[in-house]
């Protein structure tokens, strides 16, 4: 399972940004998808997951209502849309693909290279 992440940038807080995890073959299909982002200094965590297969999301208190996951088929790509960034978003961002439901860090099939997501205040 490959997955490459991109569309990290520095971004003012307020605006918006969206990530790309391009893959390969059918891992969208096959897999429970997700982004986990970690700051400098913490712990990896959840940013956003779901599962196609089951109809569910996964969507941390600290970012509900401003990220979504979404997938292109026909591209074989992921995407984290994310709005009214704030500062404390500021991170480096992971997809990641997981046979597990729900996704948690310690159980993953396959993690990208990360991202840079910087927000400026």
């Not at 003012?12 to 299909?29: E, K, M, P, V, Y």
């Not at 969507?59 to 849309?81: E, H």
Request: glycine share 10%.
């Amino acid at each position: 399972v490959q997955l490459q992440a991109s569309g990290g940038g520095l971004v003012q807080a307020g605006d918006s940004l969206t990530l790309s995890c391009a893959t390969s073959g059918r891992t969208l299909n096959n897999y429970h998808m997700g982004w986990f982002r970690q700051a400098p200094g913490k712990e990896r965590e959840l940013a956003a997951a779901r599962s196609w297969r089951y109809g569910a999301t996964q969507i941390p208190d600290s970012v509900k209502g401003r990220f979504t996951i979404s997938r292109d088929i026909a591209k074989n790509t992921m995407y984290l849309q994310m709005n009214s960034l704030k500062p404390e978003d500021a991170a480096v961002y992971y997809c990641a693909a997981s046979t597990r439901w729900p996704m948690v860090k310690e159980v993953i099939t396959s993690w990208g290279q990360g991202t840079l997501v910087t927000v400026s205040s």
